[in-house]
């Protein structure tokens, strides 16, 4: 593991497991004894997606950790390929990442996952498989559409009817994906083990979004036993400096515990 120091507040770290590197960015307040937030970016982002919000936090005494995740595109320098990574391998550079936060030197012990996109399927798998570590999630726009996308729900049934029909390649926005992305998902079901994460739950989407429609997190905020949901008149899949404003105050009082407003 190396740890650069960046700025104030702001250290590079670099996480070593499964035979590659995830690149990340802690930021830590001055005050100690406090909660810590992990940002998990969406399909072809990096850990800067988040940057603001990451500061945000730290300056009220929240700290937090962008990172990008192995395979996720061009931004990402760890060197492992985008054709190697799936939604698995993703969920293994998360889980590494919540090892080692903590270990973070003033982390209360209070750690909560925040995912974007297909950073927020990443960060729902990661939460069920590690539910007594995680005391609470927020996700915003969470692509839970991706197993459907990909299973032939929404496209012709001779999209990929078989296995033996998935090429070795796939270009997909800006991404050159492998055989496996598509193949370790066939029978993946985001919403079997839902009910089984017990902490709380807020999820934020747009009304407009035309990538994850929002019927994705409306039937996820029924699924969970413990979550609220949302919505934004007109936003899209990606929202508006405003509105990222208003979600980074719904994250911080969310982490503070003021969730009367949502719950």
Known sequence: MEKIELKSGITAI????HGRT?????????????????FSHGYNGCKDDFREAAEYLMNNGTASITFTFCGSGERDPSGFGTTNMTLFTEKEDLSALIDYAKQIKGFNGSLYLFGGSQGGMVSAMAAEERALDIKGMVLLFPAFCIPDDWNNIHYPIDRYPTPESIPESIDFWGVK????????????????????????VLIMHGTNDAIVPISYSQRAAKTYPNAELVTYGGEGHGFTPSTMR???????AFVNGNRGIFF
Do not use: C, Q, W
Request: aromatic share 12%; glycine share 4%; proline share 6%.
């Open 246 to 252: 208003d979600v980074e105050t719904k994250l911080l």
């Open 177 to 200: 994906l492998g055989r496996n992305f598509v193949l370790t998902m066939r029978e993946l079901d985001i919403y079997a083990s839902m009910e089984d994460f017990r902490s709380p």
């Open 22 to 38: 995830v690149y990340s960015d802690a930021y830590i307040p001055e005050a100690k004894g406090f909660p810590l937030v992990i």
């Open 14 to 17: 670099h996480v070593d497991h």
